[in-house]
Each structure stands twice: as C-alpha cells, then as structure tokens.
C-alpha cells in the first residue's frame, strides 16, 4: 500500500454535501434534505417561505498548497443540475466547498450562488472570479499581492460565502500515539 486512501473523495465528497447541509440549515435558516438524484445533492428550501426552494450541486475540493484555487463547473453538470431543478420545481443552485491553507490556516469556504447568477456573473467582464472556459465556467478565489478574486467574492452580492478556520491547540499527548 502507498498510504493513499482510495475511499478519500467519496468521503470528502458526503463531507462535503453534509458541511453544505449544515450551514444552510443552521446558519442560512433553510430546511435541508440530502438527496441522491442525478444533478442535486440537496433540496433546500427557505423556513420563512416553503414556496421558495432550491436544488442544490456541492462539489468539494481539497486544495493542495501549491496550486491554484480555481475549480471549473463543467457544461454537463449545469445541464443535469438544471433538468432536475425544473423536474422539480425548484431553483438550481450550487455550493462549492474548499479547503486550503491560502491565508496562513487550514480553512473551509462554503460558497453559495444561484445558477443563473453564477451563468450571468461567468458572462460579465467586470467579474473577476468567474468566467467562460471550454465546456463551463471557472471559478477562481486566488487571494495574493496581484490577483484578489476570493476578496472580490466576499464583497459579491450574489454570492453567499462562509469560512471556517481550524486553530490549533498546542502539542499534547494524541490519542493516536
């Protein structure tokens, strides 16, 4: 064995989805439901106004830290995201969920969008963390000296962003030992 986990996306994968779960439920006020259908991972609709329900996409990434944080949407999983959005009468949108140790501490980010806004945003050149690539839309949320994408998403309307932070404790005896 080389120590890889092959079990690790599909765990980082539930992970994922149940994270999204989680904050849309808890924090956002949402009722959530984790579903297995083609295009959607979660039906998510708003406490307040049950009339207002969204099919949500998570897609999840684990980002290394020598590479670049941009992730891209591909054609095909907008096309089933939208057909069982429309199935079902609800509003397709998508959560993508990353973890990186970008700004000095292994966080996780939870973006949330619409997939007509993500569709709009990708089309308008004043968006720099979106844009049109071959077969889909690239997201970026590089934050550097030259390039601030992930500072241009926290200040997006459209984009619903949460950040978790891990901290760490000092040296003590690990259960693992």
């Not at 539930?14 to 984790?34: P, T, W």
């Not at 979660?42 to 990434?61: M, N, P, T």
């Not at 590479?67 to 096309?79: G, I």
């Not at 308008?124 to 997201?139: H, K, N, R, T």
Request: proline share 2%; hydrophobic share 40%.
């Amino acid at each position: 064995m080389d120590g890889k986990d092959d079990r690790w996306p599909k765990q980082f994968g539930d992970f994922a989805e149940c994270l999204a779960m989680y904050v849309l439920g808890q924090l956002k006020n949402m009722s959530v439901a984790r579903i297995d259908h083609v295009g959607a991972d979660l039906i998510a609709a708003k406490r307040e106004d049950k009339r207002i329900r969204y099919a949500v996409s998570v897609k999840g990434r684990n980002f290394p830290d020598n590479e670049s944080k941009s992730f891209k949407f591909d054609q095909n999983n907008m096309e089933k995201l939208s057909f069982t959005a429309e199935t079902f009468g609800m509003i397709p949108a998508v959560a993508f969920v990353f973890v990186d140790e970008m700004e000095g501490a292994k966080k996780i980010r939870v973006f949330f969008m619409q997939l007509k806004d993500l569709k709009e945003m990708s089309e308008d050149p004043g968006i720099c963390f979106l844009g049109s690539v071959a077969d889909g839309i690239q997201f970026k949320y590089t934050e550097g000296k030259k390039v601030r994408h992930l500072s241009a998403v926290r200040e997006c309307r459209r984009v619903d962003y949460t950040e978790l932070a891990f901290s760490a404790l000092d040296e003590t005896v690990s259960f693992m030992e």
